[in-house]
């Protein structure tokens, strides 16, 4: 007997590996022309990009043929062509139809997210089906693509069945047992083939749409499953613990402050005098991008209300975030910390009672409340606030977990809402909400310090109509119009309060509408705007010195001549010399440090790449190791990471 590495049976499997190569090479060329002058699409850059795109796919496949082996070995050969074997078999193959055309649905919409393949943000995205599938659902003519993908997957079905396939693997001619061993062999191959390629691999490139492109969305999605931690030491460069603590306390510390623990961490006592004690308001606005505003060169007119304060108050100029998502702008804002590698800390467990900006303003007497339009429950954000102290007021469905740290919750009441999409009530409306709540804290007589997410700058930007001349839903633009709008009236609203003369606001973007660029780190697209409003005989008009969201609260509290401890790695921007200003900048897994136009990058892997940024075109020019910087720039993050896993960020951090 002739023997066959696949018998008979697996020509349907192998009819249906072509269809997904033919489809997977389409996805990769329909992204390459969306974004083709993005790419490095030099021929033989282009080559490399297709043939990497063929390795990462047969791993991809590699996978069906280990599921469909296993299926044909357990099924013994006596049921061949029966009525179960053929429910089974078109059962499986119409779900990995559906998979595969799901998938390369949801990677276009994906990429025109992010530009990306999935990462662990799509991960994330799988816990959180409620909004996900709203969101979709609002964005996209759901039922036309549901019906669409059922269509193609009938159709497919329809066009196997005519070319045979089905009779072949239903027929019993051949036996199968004695090809057994060969076949065993194959698909161990296959199996440790497709289980330890790592998307590493696809990281050729200096050009990170490249090496995006040549990566593969089900496998990524795989591989950021597995990997949606990291450890900072296991995948980083490192220094001696002991002189990235040394280094960091001496870019820390300021001739008036105290270091409390020298040999320990960074807590420290910061000096101030004359005391005064406002009640603060910030506002993080969902996706605003420094570029949107006219103060920064936009010439669309869509942040009118956003100029004007920024014109008449203080704003800053050379700010960027600390990461791509909402989470990292929460944490890096509430932990003054860079971005550890992985998930961010509001995501993680073992993220309460810690030492945020939350407990100064407890210190000093005030209320502390987190406001969300939506389900605090997304991205973790109601127990990591009330975890550290913080009463919540959202559209919650959820509810906060035990502690020590007593909180309340507030929903926002139906009659309370005007407008609700996906993400959650439109940004009038939890404005609205605010003064209400603060009305109910000033009668208290003590001071509030409200943290509030918004959420129409988002996709599918939907928002009342009637209140921009923008229609509802078409676009960017006009979300970033109308939450310039609300925030506009939330003002003026706030000035007939009587609380008014003694807030300040502090209002700013936690990430860019988009982080995705060709470089490891694009710099451009970290450049967020941030104004502090009510400042009094202390407005400064421009604030020029290079910084991170991390720095912001710090300098409100040197402005407002607070005296009080922190473990903050955020400093207060007037205390810093020209040549020590710097900006943490990263995503997941790159951690950028930006000092002028130099930007050090590392990467897992243990790799480090040094960059001269030029901003007129927004280009980096890869440049030798700085040593100096290099140590610097590990210092910082490996000293974030060991502290908050050495529980270094506590409340009472050990002495």
Partial sequence: MQLKLFPSRFKLVNAFSLLFLGLSFLLRLSFLVMDFMQVDHSFWAIIKMFFIGLFFDLGTISFFYVVTSIYFLLMPKRFYDSVLDKVLVFFGFSVALLIVYFSFFAEVTFWDEFQRRFNFIAVDYLIYTYEVVKNINESYPLPILIGGMLALVALT???????????????????????????????GIMLFYGSTIENDLAETSDNRYNNELSKAGIYSFFAAFRNNELSYTDFYKTVPEEQALANVQQQLQTPIDSLLHPNKDILREVKGNNESRPNVVLICVESLSANYLGIFGNENNITP????????????????????????????????????????????????????????????????TFFYGGDGYFDNMDKFFSGNGFDIVDRGRGFLPNGDILTYRKNIEDDEVTFENAWGVCDEDIFNKVL?????????????????????????????????????????SGAVKYTDFA????????????????????????HCASS???????VDNYHIPAIIVNLGDKKLGQITQQCSQIDVMPTLFSLLDWNYENNFFGRDVFSVQPDDQRAFVGNYRKLGLLKANELMVLG????ANQYK????????????????????????YQLADHLYNAGGLDLNPKQ
């Fill in 157 to 187: 079905l329809w066009i196997f069945i005519r070319r045979g396939y089905f009779r072949t693997t239903f027929s019993a001619d051949e036996g199968f047992r004695p090809k057994l061993v060969p076949f065993l062999f194959a698909m």
């Fill in 305 to 368: 209300n956003l100029d004007s304060i920024a014109k008449a108050e203080t704003y800053f100029t050379n700010l960027y975030a600390t990461g791509t998502r909402t989470v990292r702008g929460m944490e890096a804002i509430t932990l003054s910390i860079p971005p550890t590698p992985g998930r961010s800390i509001v995501k993680r467990k073992h993220n309460q009672n810690l030492f945020t900006i939350g407990e100064v303003f407890k210190n000093k007497g005030y209320n502390r």
């Fill in 436 to 476: 209400k709540e603060a009305d109910d804290m000033n009668a208290q007589g003590k001071p509030f310090f409200n943290f509030i997410m918004t959420t129409s700058n988002h996709k599918p930007y939907t928002y009342p109509e009637g209140k921009i001349d923008v229609p509802s839903g078409t676009g960017r």
């Fill in 487 to 510: 925030i506009g009236q939330f003002l003026q609203q706030a000035k007939t309060k009587a609380w008014y003369n003694n807030t300040v606001f502090v209002i700013m973007a936690d």
């Fill in 516 to 522: 995705a660029g060709r470089w490891e780190l694009d």
């Fill in 604 to 607: 897992d892997g243990k790799l």
């Fill in 613 to 636: 940024w030029n901003q007129e075109d927004n280009s980096l020019q890869m440049e030798s190791l700085d040593a100096d910087f290099l140590t610097e720039t590990i210092s910082y």
